[in-house]
């Protein structure tokens, strides 16, 4: 159920609202270096021009980004590492920012990579909690994701530097 929503959301977002659905068609490289490869891709998210997704297609997951509008896999320098499985990536709409849970000595925290100066942050460091299934703002101004306290589930807040933001009561 979980992959025909993603499949629909991503129908959408590419046809627009004409509510028909078109083909696209990406190359496929038994190498991995285009959108398409022999490997899995998971949890793709599209925005603007831009497809970002986990694969294992270098024997661990790490995170992809593709331009569809220039036909080409973006080089990701000093995003994925050897010691790190990433999960659940998504981007801003000018493909600027990147945010994306990852998994190190087992523990997991939302990290943000900033394309242009290719630098990577961990937003919950020092949050003591678990933490999933990260989002951004268009803009990259605001971040939100699920944090586990205590057995339950709550939804953070942050601004890109990883500072909570305290919303007003009655936020949507």
């Known amino acids: 159920m979980k992959r025909y929503i993603i ?50 297609r270098q024997g661990r997951q790490d995170v992809y980004l593709y331009d ?11 995003l994925n590492s050897l010691d790190a499985i990433a999960s659940h990536p998504a981007l801003t709409e000018d493909g600027r920012y990147i945010v994306f849970t ?13 394309q242009p100066t290719r630098q990577l942050r961990n937003l919950t460091e020092n949050l003591k909690a678990e933490v999933r299934n990260p989002t951004i703002s268009a803009d990259g101004s605001t971040i939100a994701f699920e944090a586990g306290f205590n057995g339950k589930w709550n939804i953070m807040v942050t601004d890109s530097s990883g500072r909570p933001l305290n919303l007003p009561a009655g936020f949507p």
Request: with cysteine.
């Open 7 to 56: 499949v629909s959301a991503i129908a959408l977002i590419l046809t627009g609202c004409t509510g028909y659905p078109r083909m696209l068609s990406f190359p496929f490289d038994p190498g991995g270096r285009s959108l398409n490869s022999p490997a899995a891709e998971m949890n793709p998210q599209v925005t603007g021009r831009y497809i970002v997704f986990v694969s294992d």
């Open 102 to 114: 990852g998994s190190r000595q087992g523990r997991t925290d939302i990290y943000l990579y900033n």
């Open 68 to 78: 569809a509008a220039a036909r080409r896999m973006v080089d990701l320098p000093g």
